[in-house]
Structure formats: C-alpha cells, structure tokens
C-alpha cells in the first residue's frame, strides 16, 4: 500500500511547462541560458542508495535491465554509478561486446569505482568524472543511459539533459528509477519528471511501478530537434487546490 500513497500524493501534485513565476526559489547562480530548476534539490549524502545484498534479494538490477531492455551487446552510461552496483550487474548483462560507461561528479566515488573496476578486471568498463550540469559523455554513443536513484539531486536538471542528449543513439533511451516523493524528499514525482523531459525533447515511452527498486522506472525517447536554451521553459509544481470542508 505504500506505492498507492504515493502515486495518490504524485496524481496531487500537478506539474506545468508555461513558464510562469517560479514557486520555489533557488540558490542557483551561472545557470546560463537555461532556466534554473522551479522545486528543491535533494543535496548527495550517499554513494549508496542500499546494501547490494538486499538489493539483490529483491531482484533489482535483473528487473530493472529486463524492463529497460538491456541485452548483449550494447554501450551503456550509468550516471550517478555511485559505487557501482549497476556498473558491475550491466558489464554482465552487455557481455564482452558491450561497453558500459560509469560516471560519477564526486572525485572519491569516481576514484572508489575504479579500483573496484579494475580489482575486478571488468575491461568493458570506463569510468568518468562528470559534472553537476553536464555528464560530458561522447555523442551518438549509447544504446541506454540509465539514472538511478540520482535525478533529484541534479540542481541544473535542463541544462544536464540538453547535454546529455546528443549522446543518445537513434533509437537510444534514457531509463529513470526513482521514488513518487517530492524531490527535497529524495524522489520525483512521476508528472514532474515527465514535464522536465518534455522540456528539452523528450518524450515519455512507458512508466512502470518497480516497488522492488524504491518507486517506479520510466522510460524516455528524444524526439524532434533538440530545443535552444532560451526556448526551454521550467515546469512548475502547482499543489492541489484548499478542499473547502463539507457537513456531513
């Protein structure tokens, strides 16, 4: 039943690309031509979302690769790879033909995953230092980006995926999992994220609940040109109007 409160909170909380006045009000300078992020930001308090053992147990990994389709084969960024759980599960899953990519913008937890990749002699993967706004990552490169557990904490979150954009393939997606909860609160609501990606281009493929990886897992394609900054308007969150109460 946790999952449903959420989802009714997440219904609650309406999302709206019109660019109005922003609600929240962000300590956010050198944004540029990108508009600054209109809800808060979850501050990085740990490369570790969960024990890899429990997450395990629930299957997580497997079930979030088999809903975002990841195979043999392909070239794969795991952003926000923190110490490296999916990195190691998805070197395993795209075998030695494919490529997986790991970037973190914490110097240490970069530094952290590589020894790990290296100890454990996983020649498909690189890891990379990124940055808070742009995950620098080579264009026309990635057959699936995935972001878990990591959105929220984003603070330029138009300008990263109007940089990240070109490094999708054709026929690339970008996977999300996170949590149906307000972003100060280490989550995203579903309407929110969809709203932020439409803003740069990108449409919504599929949302499904994943209770097993702490909230839902959503799907998304580019599509169209990719917009100019100056044309890229914020999503509001609008909360849901005073219920006046009633007799009974």
């Keep these: 039943m946790r999952w449903a409160g ?6 609650l909380m309406l999302a709206a690309c019109d660019g109005g006045p922003p ?24 490369p570790r979302w969960s024990t890899e053992e429990a997450r395990d147990r629930l299957n997580e990994a497997g079930t979030v690769m088999n809903k975002a389709g990841i195979a043999k084969g392909m070239t794969v960024a795991d952003i926000g790879a923190g110490e490296g759980y999916y990195t190691i599960r998805l070197a395993s899953r795209v075998g030695k033909d494919g490529r997986v990519l790991a970037e973190d913008i914490v110097p240490e937890v970069r530094d952290a995953l590589a020894e790990r990749v290296a100890r454990d002699r996983l020649d498909t993967v690189s890891v990379r230092l990124g940055e808070p706004a742009n995950p620098k990552l080579p264009d026309n490169s990635f057959d699936r980006i995935l972001m878990v557990h990591m959105y929220h904490e984003i603070e330029q979150p138009y300008e ?7 490094s999708l393939k054709p026929d690339g997606e970008v996977i999300v999992v996170d949590a149906n909860r307000r972003t100060q609160n280490h989550g995203t609501p579903p309407k929110l994220l969809e709203c932020e990606f439409a803003a740069v281009g990108y449409k919504l493929v599929s949302l499904d609940d994943m209770p097993s990886a702490g909230g839902y897992l959503a799907r998304f394609k580019a599509v169209g040109p990719r917009p100019e900054p100056k044309d890229i308007r914020a999503c509001r969150l609008v909360p849901p109007p005073a219920q006046t109460p009633t007799a009974s």
């Design 6 to 11: 959420t989802l009714i909170v997440g219904l």
């Design 23 to 46: 609600v929240v009000h962000n300590e956010q300078d050198n944004v540029g031509p990108f508009p600054a992020a209109d809800r808060p930001v979850a501050r990085i308090i740990s």
């Design 160 to 166: 990263f995926l109007w940089r990240m954009r070109p």
